[in-house]
């Protein structure tokens, strides 16, 4: 009965991708299990790129069934545009299910983010603006549209007309905004749920039925453990639950049904949007993350903010999420720089602390107690093992295994598929380069 969870270990974009790609071999079932299409994930095979949005990067794999799961919230016209773009590139999207009881973004929800964050001014979040937490704030007030809804014309028009009172009010009267107008919306919305009707599922039956006969099920998270609704930098969050224990509302699973847990980590912080990031450089080796890392959002192309590695949320997030392993990607960006930091405590107020604070406010009057490393200069994309890797990078992962207690069982060296070693079984010395 073996389900592993793929999760984030720092703000996101930290390449879960390519975990759910390396591992897609192995499995029958992916499935997303909260966020919307704020997220992106970029999956490279040969000389084609593969940016993914909503449906689950399992679909590049004809013997998986991709599952957006009952915790994500979704965009229908974008999800068909992203199931027409991978049909265009000669991708089957036929396996595609879409739980019946995900909940719809609607373009309300979308045009209320970006009111909201443009009244926010200098106190905004810095949304995706793909209508994320006007979403997810419907559906805890009981006010949302979910996608089996679709298929129901006239259960759909009380729904939408309902909606339409309270955000139309909203849109006018607080931001001064245009308002929708049922009949638009009303059909426009029946024509997603035709073109989906093939798709929309009980996936939590299918994931459990799958179990039950043995396969083997990948559950994936979107964004990261800092950007958690709960566990994160809140306010400067996003509004679901990246964490693992989400895969079990958001995928339909039980947590006694999750044998592993694989944390993904990149070798330094990446942020996107506003809130505390206690490592944040400012300067040319902040400039040398952002330029060899390529470090630009794949959904909105924002530039990402980016600092070095911070071992105080790493340490919490192994924990939170019960990593059984980590993944560590991008340590290639890292060659070239003459001296590496990593982030051990926080002195705040005086007091140096390990732990990390609950509270962003907090956060931000953190200054960063640092170990400093030796860097190297070797290019390690070509390096077909992690014992050919320089002693320094090798160092550099010891101190993560050492601090987070979990074992480093995959690391990346570039964006390639085989660019990637696999160290066989925790702590095992047996490495050998991913096929
Ligand atoms: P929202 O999810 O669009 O509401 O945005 C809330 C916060 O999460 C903002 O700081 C976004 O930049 C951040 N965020 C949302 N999705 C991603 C992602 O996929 N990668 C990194 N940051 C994200």
Redesign the pocket.
């Known amino acids: 009965m073996p389900a592993t969870v793929i999760c984030?270990l720092q703000?996101?974009?930290e390449g879960k991708g390519k975990a759910t790609d390396l591992l897609a071999d192995r499995v029958s079932m992916v499935v997303r299990y909260q966020?919307?299409d704020?997220?992106?994930h970029t999956v490279v095979i040969g000389d084609e790129v593969f940016k993914l949005h909503l449906v689950p990067s399992g679909v590049l794999h004809p013997h998986i069934t991709p599952i957006i799961g009952p915790g994500v919230v979704v965009n229908p016209a974008k999800l068909i545009s992203e199931m027409a773009m991978l049909n265009e590139r000669g991708i089957s999207t036929d396996k595609l299910r879409v739980s019946g009881a995900a909940h719809v973004i609607m373009p309300y929800h979308v045009a209320l983010?970006g009111a909201r964050e443009s009244a926010a001014a200098d106190g905004a979040?810095?949304?995706?603006?793909?209508?994320?937490?006007p979403a997810y704030g419907d559906r805890a007030s009981r006010a949302g549209i979910r996608m089996g809804d679709l298929l129901e014309p006239e259960l759909l028009r009380s729904r939408l007309t309902a909606a339409l009172a309270e955000k139309n009010a909203v849109l006018q009267h607080v931001y001064g905004a245009a308002a929708f107008e049922i009949e638009g919306l009303h059909s426009e919305a029946i024509q997603w749920g035709k073109a989906l009707r093939p798709h929309i599922a009980d996936t939590t039956l299918l994931v459990q039925n799958g179990l039950a006969a043995g396969e083997h099920i990948l559950l994936e998270g979107?964004?990261?453990t800092l950007?958690d609704l709960d566990h994160g930098t809140y306010p400067?969050?996003?509004?679901?639950n990246p964490v693992a224990g989400g895969a079990t509302t958001g995928g339909g699973i039980g947590p006694l049904q999750i044998d592993q847990v694989i944390g993904v980590l990149k070798a330094y912080s990446?942020?996107?949007?506003?809130?505390p990031l206690p490592t944040e450089l400012d300067d040319e080796v902040g400039e040398h993350l952002v330029s060899v890392g390529k470090e630009f959002?794949?959904?909105?192309g924002?530039r990402?903010r980016c600092g070095w590695l911070d071992l105080v949320p790493l340490r919490h997030a192994a924990r939170l999420n019960s990593a059984t392993s980590v993944m560590l990607n991008k340590l290639d960006i890292l060659s070239g720089l003459p001296e590496l930091k990593i982030c051990v405590a926080y002195r705040v107020d005086g007091r140096e602390s390990d732990d990390w604070p609950m509270d962003a406010a907090v956060l931000e009057r953190a200054e960063p107690v640092y170990e400093i490393f030796p860097g190297w200069t070797e290019d390690l994309r070509a390096a077909t093992s992690v014992e050919g890797l320089p002693d320094a990078a090798r160092r550099y992962m010891a101190t993560i295994e050492q601090r987070t207690g979990v074992p480093i069982t995959i690391v990346s060296v570039g964006p390639e598929r085989n660019q990637t070693l696999v160290r066989r079984g925790a702590g095992s010395a047996a490495v050998h380069r991913a096929a």
């Open positions: 984030g703000w996101g974009d966020g919307g704020n997220a992106g983010d979040i810095g949304t995706t603006k793909r209508g994320i937490g979107a964004q990261g950007l400067y969050v996003t509004s679901s990446t942020r996107v949007g506003s809130g959002g794949t959904t909105t924002r990402r």
